[in-house]
């Protein structure tokens, strides 16, 4: 896997101004009465390491559709001096369909952020949870809508070059053709939030994140193991971990306790790193 060699001095700032915006982040979400989960390598974090994992250089959060656009339009609507939230709503070209609240004046960068023109601050990951359908056609349309929206999405903006011949064939070509026609990520997100409200169930049994769908499988987990949080420490704060946490980590990582053998540590390849002032 591919990983980024920091210093420990380095890792461990980075570290510290991940854990101020979730800080901040918590506050606005009690505030405005709004759920949120610690998610991916930050429940894992959570659960294992009652933190960052060592080797971790970024924090991801989830939240249901409705608390994610609820946070949205509360945060674009008083923007402050600390940060900025890049999103489809406020970059027409960003290509995803979580969103980053990033610290603004810094820089925390991959390789494709040359072929965009808008910059990536030190930021959190805030990934949604969509109602899946409980019947088994309509679940597999949804899901093979939602990885072809993904494909889209990321197709209209960037190339990628460390793709098999093939798919980077195919990719390349997708490129080219949206990019002729002029298609914009922003088009093609809301396309694919029309098409996600369709399937809007609170009776629903299972929930997915739409942006695991741009990998081999999508992530699906059930909405009972969301439906209440508990509390759990993590670095010098306490935060929302959803009930169900076992299931969700056996899902995404198997036997989740057991460390990686050292080969499998990856984290982000960062071209242009920048604390800015802090």
Same mark, same amino acid.
């Given at each position: 896997?591919?990983?980024?060699?920091?210093?420990?001095?380095?890792?461990?700032?980075?570290?510290?101004?991940?854990?101020?915006?979730?800080?901040?982040?918590?506050?606005?979400?009690?505030?405005?009465?709004?759920?949120?989960?610690?998610?991916?390598?930050s429940l894992l974090g959570a659960v294992r390491?009652?933190?960052?994992?060592?080797?971790?250089?970024?924090?991801?959060?989830?939240?249901?559709?409705?608390?994610?656009?609820?946070?949205?339009?509360?945060?674009?609507?008083?923007?402050?001096? $600390?940060?900025?939230?890049?999103?489809?709503? *406020?970059? %027409?070209? &960003?290509?995803?369909?979580?969103? !980053?609240?990033?610290? +603004? /004046?810094?820089?925390?960068?991959?390789?494709?952020?040359?072929?965009?023109?808008?910059?990536?601050?030190?930021?959190?990951?805030?990934?949604?949870?969509?109602?899946?359908?409980?019947?088994?056609?309509?679940?597999?349309?949804?899901?093979?809508?939602?990885?072809?929206?993904?494909?889209?999405?990321?197709?209209?903006?960037?190339?990628?070059?460390?793709?098999?011949?093939?798919?980077?064939?195919?990719?390349?070509?997708?490129?080219?053709?949206?990019?002729?026609?002029?298609?914009?990520?922003?088009?093609?997100?809301?396309?694919?939030?029309?098409?996600?409200?369709?399937?809007?169930?609170?009776?629903? $049994?299972?929930?997915?994140?739409?942006?695991? *769908?741009? %990998?081999? &499988?999508?992530?699906?987990?059930? !909405?009972?193991?969301? +439906? /209440?949080?508990?509390?759990?420490?993590?670095?010098?704060?306490?935060?929302?971990?959803?009930?169900?946490?076992?299931?969700?980590?056996?899902?995404?990582?198997?036997?989740?306790?057991?460390?990686?053998?050292?080969?499998?540590?990856?984290?982000?390849?960062?071209?242009?790193?920048?604390?800015?002032?802090?």
């Open positions: 896997m591919k990983y980024t060699e920091y210093d420990e001095k380095t890792l461990k700032h980075l570290q510290s101004l991940e854990l101020m915006i979730l800080k901040d982040f918590i506050k606005i979400c009690e505030e405005n009465d709004l759920t949120y989960y610690m998610y991916a390598g390491h009652n933190g960052f994992i060592p080797w971790d250089d970024d924090l991801d959060v989830i939240m249901f559709r409705e608390d994610y656009e609820k946070f949205k339009k509360v945060f674009i609507s008083s923007p402050n001096e $600390k940060y900025e939230l890049l999103t489809n709503e *406020t970059e %027409e070209d &960003y290509f995803h369909t979580l969103s !980053k609240l990033m610290i +603004k /004046d810094t820089r925390f960068e991959e390789n494709w952020v040359s072929q965009v023109n808008f910059h990536v601050g030190i930021n959190m990951d805030i990934f949604v949870l969509d109602d899946l359908s409980d019947n088994n056609l309509k679940r597999n349309y949804q899901l093979k809508r939602a990885f072809l929206y993904n494909k889209l999405l990321i197709m209209s903006k960037i190339k990628l070059d460390d793709l098999p011949l093939v798919t980077k064939l195919i990719t390349y070509t997708g490129y080219y053709i949206l990019n002729l026609l002029k298609v914009k990520p922003f088009t093609i997100y809301k396309r694919c939030l029309k098409f996600l409200d369709k399937f809007k169930d609170e009776n629903a $049994k299972c929930v997915f994140d739409i942006s695991a *769908t741009a %990998e081999e &499988y999508p992530q699906i987990f059930l !909405k009972e193991d969301f +439906k /209440d949080t508990i509390k759990i420490k993590f670095e010098d704060i306490e935060v929302n971990i959803p009930k169900g946490y076992d299931n969700i980590l056996k899902s995404l990582y198997g036997d989740y306790m057991q460390l990686p053998p050292e080969e499998d540590r990856y984290n982000h390849i960062t071209e242009n790193l920048d604390f800015g002032r802090y």
